[in-house]
């Protein structure tokens, strides 16, 4: 967990993502980068030097119409001092029952999208903190690049001026196998997602793509990453470029 509050300090400083007396709501599905991501949030409050709040809030999907039992993570939030709500909502029935998307994912992202901006406002947050770590950055690049022919990739810190929230992913410069390590040695509660479509998505392709390629080349994430920062798209270069090293040694 020391390494993924390390690189989360890092994320934090780079881009300044968090401002004294924010108060930053965490959508936390169930999975193990929104726990994690709560987590480490909570306990980056103790030596970051910036007072700010964190508050959870779970959109149960209701997949099938049958409501999941997130009581583990209301026990783990519990425990480390972090206000947590959960909201029933009708996601699930609306996507697969009622609409019967070809291609649900989109409309479920925008709906959870929605809700999640909604119960920010109603919460007094004016941040809202996404678990995206640098293989979902590392991913959508790819994919934006060969469905769509473009170049380009979600951003570190957004401004949605229409909610007058800010969009933060304080772990994108964390990957995949470095989240999953702290969730295990933490000994972390994760609810497993009950979404018909999981593990079946173009993304997935994408992501055995990205395991392929980093196996060849163990540096291939890190070299993206780079790429992204060097070009400056999407608001991926760092503001702070020379703290660099000064954080390094401190991590």
């Known amino acids: 967990m020391q390494r993924l509050e390390g690189l989360l300090r890092k994320a934090v400083q780079d881009y300044e993502m968090i401002a004294p007396g924010d108060r930053i709501c965490v959508g936390v599905s169930g999975g193990k980068d929104s726990v994690a991501l709560t987590v480490a949030l909570g306990h980056l409050r103790r030596y970051l030097g910036v007072p700010y709040e964190v508050v959870a809030v779970t959109l149960d999907p209701r997949f099938g119409g049958v409501k999941t039992d997130y ?98 992913r304080p772990m994108i410069l964390a990957t995949e196998a470095e989240v999953r390590s702290a969730v295990h040695r933490a000994g972390l509660p994760v609810i497993k997602s009950r979404c018909p479509a999981d593990g079946v998505t173009v993304r997935e392709d994408t992501k055995n793509f990205v395991r392929e390629m980093s196996r060849k080349d163990p540096a291939f994430r890190q070299k993206t990453l780079h790429a992204l920062q060097e070009s400056g798209i999407d608001g991926w270069k760092p503001v702070h470029t020379g703290r660099k090293i000064e954080w390094e040694a401190a991590k």
């Not at 925008?110 to 406002?121: D, E, P, S």
């Not at 770590?133 to 769509?148: C, S």
């Open 71 to 168: 009581s583990p993570l209301a026990d783990l939030f519990a425990r480390e001092g972090i206000p947590y709500e959960i909201r029933r909502t009708d996601i699930g029935p609306v996507v697969f029952d009622y609409r019967k998307e070809s291609n649900p994912c989109a409309l479920c992202a925008k709906l959870r999208r929605g809700t999640l901006h909604t119960a920010a406002r109603e919460l007094g947050c004016n941040k809202v903190a996404l678990g995206h770590h640098l293989d979902d950055a590392v991913e959508t690049f790819y994919m934006n690049l060969w469905r769509e022919g473009r170049i380009g990739c979600f951003s570190p810190v957004t401004y949605l001026s229409r909610r007058d929230l800010t969009m933060i």
